[in-house]
């Protein structure tokens, strides 16, 4: 028979497996001294300068590295676990400026990044420029609701969440920082109706958006021309629906994140989202980390074994 600790120990071995983190590892090589934030915060905590493994969470926005150079070659290189590499698509810059790794600073006036060679990068600069600040977004965060069943798209493929059986209560999503339309499916089964989304580019749930009450051939893909499709309404704080006929009971909504054209369809940026909210229900393509959960649990199995053990002599 198992005691009453056993049973704790095993309940909350279980309670803990269940939570496991999601972190992309990210490898750093810096010539010579190192700074590295995530989403503002300095993550490079044990301090290694040269080539650290540092571990984020997956709803990281933007991360942001300094480095300066102080002897021999000059370079930065960064290796990301979901294949975000340092390229020409970072933005580099060698003076420091107030708020330069923080989430919302806009680097749009930021020059991009030189390719030394690989994927080593520096300022236009190199490789005079001894103290040198790059940033790069890499991935879009936010809370997606849908009163009552979602089907969500990323340049139409279905975005598919673990927990999105209940998709009334906001769920935090996380996509590809290049992301150019996100499609909606919604299904009322009864009452109110809406879809509600924010995201951590600023693109929010209103009357710009796209709403049709019929799913045309690749409606949910960036190359779908919805010129003809009606603009949504508004029905109730953030939330939309189609026009005209609240009795709808299957809508299909879209927006165009990035154009074509490569052309941002919004100029807000950085509207607060909660970044911490429940990233461990997320799919993810990122290295999986189970740490401590998995140590706690395994620790509560053996200690139930031998407390069994104990039990039959
Ligand atoms: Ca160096
Ligand atoms: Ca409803």
């Known amino acids: 028979m198992l005691n009453l600790t056993a049973w704790i120990i095993v309940f909350t071995g279980l309670i803990l497996v269940i939570h496991v983190q999601s972190d992309i590892i990210v490898h750093i090589n810096c010539e010579d001294i190192l700074n590295f934030y995530a989403n503002g915060d300095d993550v490079n905590r044990n301090g290694e300068t040269k080539s650290p493994n540092i571990s984020i969470p997956d709803t990281t926005n933007v991360v942001a590295v300094a480095c ?24 580099c810059y060698s003076h420091l400026v107030e708020g330069w790794h923080e989430t919302s600073f ?4 930021w020059p991009n990044a030189i390719v030394i060679k690989g994927n080593w990068i520096w300022t236009a600069g190199y490789p005079q420029d001894d103290r040198v600040y790059c940033r790069r977004h890499i991935a879009i965060t936010g809370l997606a609701a849908c009163d009552n069943i979602m089907n969500l798209y990323v340049d139409g493929v279905e975005y598919k969440n673990g927990n999105a059986s209940d998709w009334y209560e906001p769920s935090t999503i996380i996509i590809p920082e290049d992301t ?9 089964t009864e009452g109110p109706a809406g879809i509600k989304l924010s995201l951590s580019n600023g693109i929010e749930t209103s009357a710009s958006w796209k709403c049709y009450n019929t799913p045309e051939e690749g409606w949910n893909e960036p190359e779908f021309n919805d010129a003809n499709w009606p603009n949504a309404v508004v029905v109730r704080d953030g939330w939309i629906w189609t026009p005209g006929n609240p009795q709808e009971d299957i809508v299909y909504c879209r927006k165009v994140i990035i154009d074509r054209t490569g052309e941002m369809s919004t100029s807000t940026k950085a ?42 002599n």
Not at 106 to 109: E, L, M, W
Not at 180 to 188: A, F, L, M, Y
């Open 180 to 188: 150019e339309v996100v499609g909606i499916k919604c299904r009322n």
């Open 106 to 109: 806009n680097d749009d006036a």
């Open 68 to 91: 300066h150079q102080k002897e021999g070659p000059a370079g930065m290189k960064l290796t990301f676990s979901n294949g975000i590499k340092s390229d020409h698509l970072w933005r």
């Open 271 to 312: 509207v607060e989202i909660p970044s911490s909210t429940e990233a461990g229900e997320m799919p993810s393509s990122t290295g999986a980390v189970i740490g401590v959960d998995v140590v706690i649990c395994a620790i509560g199995i053996v200690l139930v074994f031998f407390c069994r053990a104990k039990d039959d």
